[in-house]
């Protein structure tokens, strides 16, 4: 990794032999991410609804299970439209992701925007907030043993970490820029900040005028916590944790999901990372193939960092074991 000078030479991947594929794949299916997003909303309002209902501990626990599954996909979502990938219509883009997926998770489309470009363009130096943000946290520090690995497993579980993840996402949040702080030279201007507060308004309102507050607030913010602080947190350290870094290709992981991954932690292929860093405008349908057509050269499969599973990358940050030496 870099302290944000110049990068060496022969850094970059060349992307000129594959731009005729990527304005193929470069499309956005509007239809298609509509229904997405709705059914995450069906599903949601459905299990809270069910688990009200039944009003009982397992059911409450299995909504919130299911609930979390949801968030983690809105968060996701919300990743594709701040690249402008959620709707082909960036107006429509911005005001449905606000909507119905970044302010429901106490976020901003616009302010999680402008620090997600600069990582773009300054991925792993100090430039890029994320890496700045790894090198002060303890608990993004690797490779990790056994022990230490659990611990922070158990930590994030439980909460116990969880004003590292607050602090970070302070950036992204209308709450903690309501004053217009003008962070990374962006001006929050106050049409969006009333916007947030009449969707705050209207839909907390709605929530507290229920008489079933304390149930709907805890079925979606408490799986909401322990997604951000849990899951999340282990799709964000596959991405550039513990890579050389020596090339384009191998700063950033690609993790080749299991079907559990895509449940909890990786959904809409967002563990195709490296093809998204290299190709930003290839929206989450298309990234797949998008790796497929890579790894075929064996130059770039060669030098990619791709990673079977989310249990793999635990393994590649954690420290080899010790052999012992024959008596």
Known sequence: MTDGKERAPGYRYSRRGTLPLIRELSVVDDRRNALLLAFQWVVIVAAIIIAIRVHNVAVYLLAGLVVGTRIQCLAVMMHDACHGLLFSNRR??????????????VLSIDLYRVAHMVHHRHTNTMQDYDYRVQRK???QHFPKNRKAMITLFFR???????YRVARAARVWSPIANFHNPRRFGFDYRLGLRLRYVAWAVVVYGLILWSPWRWQILGLYM???????NL?????????HVGVPDAVELNGT?????????????????????LEHHLFPSVPWTNLRRLHVHLMADPDYAGQAHVTQGYWGVVKELMPPPVEKEAA
Do not use: C, K
């Open 92 to 105: 429509v883009n911005d005001l449905i992701a606000d909507i119905f997926v970044a302010y429901p998770l």
């Open 137 to 139: 946290d303890p608990d």
């Open 156 to 162: 994030s579980l439980f909460g116990l970490n969880y």
């Open 222 to 228: 408490i799986p909401q916590f322990i997604w951000a």
């Open 231 to 239: 899951f999340n947190r282990i799709r964000a350290m596959a991405e």
């Open 253 to 273: 992981r690609t993790v080749i999901p299991t079907l559990l991954d895509r449940l909890l932690i990786a959904p809409f292929n967002v563990s195709y990372h």
